[in-house]
């Protein structure tokens, strides 16, 4: 009888420390709480967006709002399950594609958006192109933000040594490739054993031949990829392998590890978009500069791929979305435009260039932000609006090419075939 | 303690870590293969119920099959080449060698370290252009060689079954220099007094007494083999263009990037009978023999 029990004791006193686990809840703060999950990891990215938010608290002083950083391969995995689970923050800054945003928005994750732009004015200061990728079966679901640019960063140190110029259309860009290579440089620093390095250099190609319109149609026309104009594109691209311009044994080499061949003056340009520019920046200072693709077919105008990435919504799991909105319209207000510009991210707002001229930035930045707010604009970044089915065969076709065992046609075919099941 | 007699306490002791294994494996296992039956990305609420169309599209999916055979690969190598270094070195540390405790724990050490930390040391090791490898080569004349490792198709699974073969045959060594101490010294002088030489002693007397030793020794890398993930998503997330890919970064990749949870979860239903059809035959032989 003792032993029993002495039994039932143990066993009551150990699921009590399992059910216990958690913790004493804490006395609850008497500010209204708002919960932000962004994937800023930069440190200074990370930076900027504090203080933002402590500004937001500074003058809301009865709200307060709690900030998780994730990474970006993270948040893939984390999201949707934190979702699923009521476990999500209030707001959450997320990739705009189909593999997040679209899958969110389709399982009633994500709030739409079209009452709040009108409540707030958010189409007065914001591009709509901001807004094209936030759009999933015709209802707006995130306000976009982060605007990139994909161009071409170069030493100017090193093209000062081999007494080259910025090349002003796509010949002279060759030309300059294999100066640099005969000079002992690596001409760019494409690196891809990440795979996804290379769906920016599709981009650059597709813009630039195929042209934003066609492209535009193909994408969001329910079009096809299986046209002449994209089998060039590729074989443009494979061109660069095939004349050694690119990283040797560019598959082995990581895409950070490319960063750092630039960084450490090995190449002499790198074709990547804005999220490397603070590590570039820190290595070389104003040795970098930056020029925009040059222009390949006279009929097409020079084009760089760019827009909006990622965006911020509003989860279903948000008891107080009236509260979400108004942070969210601070967030993205030219009051804080300098702020994001600090920590290298272009926020999706408006700016013209005098604002721009008004703000501390390093010279070379305040030239990109100037393109990106320019008239004319930027084509698009393919990958962003293709399935992920879609970008899985591009990444292993693509792979598979600079290996030299499938061609352009192939690539195209297996591609176009991925689109027309998944679009 | 007589069957009609049994003390019930003991079922209270046990009954903690069986919640646990229930809601942390069990109910996970029922739930992974009921979504295996149904089309579901992973967020949403609506799942749908395809029967058996996953496995269909299993069976003739060439990638799933190419990651299969990897496994196997992975088997074979990682199981005979650890086998084999760990027995060598277990012989020698057997016997008369001066500080073997250094040498225990030194070759031990890859298998305590994380795989995660493996892969990324490894990593920087086979780099095309500052990694050690290359250096190397390049230092003896060999430049010829040195190449992208994990990059090239012809060499990228073979360096990674080299990394999976060091991880492994610091505990091969371990655990069979255990069984070794545990042969009785006497049968190795009887051996002698007939005559015997160290290599018959190892192959008539070592060997067989080792049997169970091995056969536990096998299943268990087996098991492990088939399992692969940290080291090859690691280094090489499968690629390039899937030639390093197995089931479980298959699996990872259909379910948790592409969203197809239930295409996943099927694969992942598939390696587990596998592993469990590998299990059940291989210990059947293993107490057939015995028998």
Known sequence: MKKRFISMFVWMLFTAAVLTAGGQEEAKDEKTELTFWHTFQDAQQAAAVQEIVDLYMEKNTDISVEVTVWDGDQAKTVFGPALATNEAPDI?????????????????????????????????????????????????????????????????VI??????????????????????????????????????????????????????????????????????????????????????????????????????????????????????????????????????????????????????????????NCENPDLAFDFLDFLISSDVAEI???????????????????????????????????????????????????????????????????????????????????? | MSAGNRNPDG????????ILYVLFMFIPMIKTVLISFQDWGGSGTVKVWVGIDNYIRLFTDIIFWKAFLHNVIWVIFTVVVPLIIGLILANILNGKVKAKI????????????????????????????????????????????????????????????????????????????????????????????????????????????LKNTLASLILFLTIGSMRVFDLVYIMTKGGPYHTTETMATYLFTKAFRNNEVGYGASVAVFLTLFVLMISFFYTRYINKKDA
Request: charged share 15%; with cysteine.
């Open chain 1, 92 to 156: 959450m800054y997320t990739m705009s594609n189909d593999e997040m945003l679209g899958v969110f928005a389709e399982a009633g994750y994500v709030i739409p958006l079209e009452d709040a732009y009108e409540k707030y004015g958010w189409d007065d200061i914001l591009p709509a192109h901001t807004k094209t990728s936030c759009y999933k079966n015709d209802r707006l679901y995130g306000i976009g933000h982060e605007l990139d640019i994909l161009g071409v960063y170069y030493n100017k």
């Open chain 1, 340 to 423: 994001w510009l600090s920590g290298s991210i272009i926020p999706g707002v408006h700016l013209t260039d005098q604002q721009v001229d008004s703000y501390a930035m390093p010279p070379l930045f305040r030239d990109i932000v100037k393109a990106v707010n320019s008239p004319a604009g930027f084509g698009f970044n393919v990958d962003i609006y293709m399935t992920a089915e879609v970008n899985e065969v591009t990444l292993n076709v693509l792979q598979e090419a600079i290996a030299g065992k499938k061609t352009a046609e192939q690539v195209i075919a297996e591609i176009d075939a991925a689109w027309q099941i998944s679009k």
């Open chain 2, 11 to 18: 079922y209270v002791f046990i009954l903690p870590a069986l």
């Open chain 1, 159 to 316: 093209f000062a040594e081999c007494g080259l110029e910025v090349p002003e259309d796509y010949d002279e860009f060759l030309n300059v490739c294999e100066v640099l290579k005969e000079n002992g440089y690596i001409p760019i620093a494409f690196a891809n054993q990440n795979g996804w390095p290379a769906y920016h250099q599709q981009s650059f190609f597709y813009n630039n031949i195929v042209g934003k319109e066609q492209l535009h149609k193909d994408m969001f026309e329910a079009g096809s990829f299986d046209r002449p104009e994209y089998v060039e594109s590729i074989e443009y691209f494979l061109e660069w392998i095939e004349k050694d311009y690119v990283i040797p044994d560019t598959l082995s080499v990581t895409y950070n590890d490319g960063n750092a061949m630039f960084n450490t003056g090995k190449a002499g340009m790198h074709t990547t978009g804005l999220w490397a520019f603070n590590s570039f920046y820190d290595a070389l200072g104003d040795d970098i500069g930056f020029f925009q693709f040059p222009q390949i077919k006279d009929d097409k105008p020079a084009i760089n791929p760019g827009g909006i990435g990622s965006c911020f919504t509003v989860t279903s």
């Open chain 2, 102 to 209: 250094i040498f225990r724990v030194t070759y031990f050490l890859p298998y305590i370290l994380s795989l995660v930390v493996v892969g990324i040391v490894w990593s920087w090791i086979y780099n095309p252009i500052f990694g050690n490898l290359n250096s190397f080569l390049t230092s003896i004349g060999l430049e010829s060689l040195a190449c992208g490792w994990l990059g090239n198709e012809n060499t990228a699974l073979l360096s990674l079954l080299v990394v999976g073969s060091w991880t492994a045959f610091g505990l091969c060594m371990v655990i069979i220099l255990a069984g070794m101490q545990s042969i009785d010294p006497v049968v190795y002088e009887y051996c002698t007094l007939e005559g015997g030489n160290s290599f018959q002693k190892f192959f008539y007397i070592t060997l067989p007494m």
